[in-house]
C-alpha cells in the first residue's frame, strides 16, 4: 500500500536532486579532445539503443516518480529514503528486474537497492513492482561504480548482489569487467562488517578472474554456501545451453580488513 504522503515528499525530493545534479554538471570549462579522452572512465557497460515498449515509457512517466532515485551528487540517506531502518540489500546490474522484484517479496522487512543502466530493463522492473504492489524497492539508473562512490554510505549495505555481470568475454576487454581489486575494495568499503558479497556467473573464465580476485583480497572471507534466494533468470538457462557450469559463490567482509574510512 502507498502512503501518498510519503510519495509526494519523495516526488519534490526527486526534483530538488535532480536540479542540483544538473547545476553540478554544467562546467565553464570547454573540454578539449585530448583531456575527454584521458577523462573517460572504462565502463563495464555499452548503453544499447534497445526498444522500449509503451508500457515500458508508461512505467519510467508514472512509476519512476515513486520508486526511481534521481540523479543526485549527494549520498543517499536509506532510512529517509525507504522511509524506515532495515538492512539495505544492492542488486548491481538487475537487468529486467525480475529477480530483484522476486527477492524485495520475499523478503518485505528488508530494503532493496536496484541499479542498472539500460532504460527497458528499468521499464520491466517497475511494471513488476506495480504488479507485485511492494514498496521495499528503489531504483537508481546509472553506473554502479559512480554511485557505489559517491553515493553509498561506507559500511551501510547488508549484502550485495551481482548476478551475471556481462563477462567481456575477449582478453583485450577484460579491463571492463565490473569486477576489479578497486571494484572490491569499493564493495569492502559500503558494506556493514559481516556483509555478504554474493556472485553467479555462467562464464567461467570470469568464474576464474572473479576467484583469483577474491582470494588475493584482505577485506572478504570465503563463505562455504551462498544464500539460496535467488530465481533462476534466462542467463541460468544460457550457461546450461552452452554447456557452461553456472559458478555461484558468496563472500563477507572480515577481520582482517584495513579498510580506513
Ligand atoms: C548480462 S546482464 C545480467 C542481468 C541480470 N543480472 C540477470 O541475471 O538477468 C548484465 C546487466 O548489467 C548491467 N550493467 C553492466 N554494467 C553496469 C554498471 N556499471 N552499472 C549498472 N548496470 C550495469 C547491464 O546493463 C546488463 O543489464
Redesign the pocket.
Known amino acids: 500500500m502507498h502512503d501518498l504522503g510519503a510519495i509526494r515528499d519523495r516526488l519534490r525530493h526527486n526534483a530538488i536532486s535532480t536540479l542540483s545534479f544538473a547545476a553540478m554538471t554544467v562546467s565553464k570549462e570547454k573540454p578539449t579532445a585530448k583531456s575527454t579522452l584521458k577523462q573517460r572512465p572504462i ?3 555499452v548503453l544499447r539503443t534497445g526498444r522500449t515498449t509503451a508500457g515500458q515509457r508508461r512505467a519510467m512517466r508514472e512509476l519512476w516518480p515513486l520508486y526511481g532515485i534521481a540523479l543526485s551528487p549527494t549520498e543517499i540517506e536509506f532510512d529517509k529514503l525507504f522511509t524506515r531502518a532495515a538492512p539495505v540489500i544492492l542488486e ?5 528486474g ?2 530483484l522484484v522476486s527477492m524485495a517479496c520475499g523478503a518485505p522487512k528488508d530494503n532493496f537497492l536496484g ?4 532504460e527497458p ?1 528499468v521499464g520491466h522492473c517497475l511494471l513488476r513492482i506495480e504488479a507485485r504492489q511492494t514498496d521495499n524497492i528503489r531504483i537508481i539508473r ?4 559512480e554511485v557505489l562512490q559517491n553515493r553509498i554510505p561506507n559500511k551501510s549495505l547488508s549484502r550485495v548482489n551481482l ?4 563477462p567481456w568475454h575477449k582478453k583485450r576487454h577484460h579491463k571492463r569487467r ?1 569486477v576489479q581489486p578497486a571494484f572490491i575494495t569499493l564493495l569492502a568499503q559500503k558494506l556493514k562488517q559481516r556483509g555478504i558479497f554474493h556472485v553467479a556467473t555462467d562464464w567461467p573464465n570470469y568464474a576464474e578472474h572473479i576467484a583469483g580476485i577474491m582470494s588475493a583480497s584482505d577485506d572478504f572471507e570465503a563463505l562455504p554456501d551462498f544464500p539460496a534466494d535467488r530465481i533462476t ?3 541460468d538457462t544460457r550457461g546450461k545451453r552452452l554447456g557452461h557450469d553456472n559458478w555461484e559463490r558468496a563472500w563477507c567482509t572480515c577481520n582482517k580488513s584495513r579498510i580506513v574510512y
Open positions: 565502463r563495464s557497460f548491481i546490474g538487475f537487468g529486467n525480475d529477480n541499479i542498472e543502466v539500460h530493463g546509472d553506473d554502479a561504480v548476478f551475471f555481470p556481462d565490473i533468470t534466462r542467463f
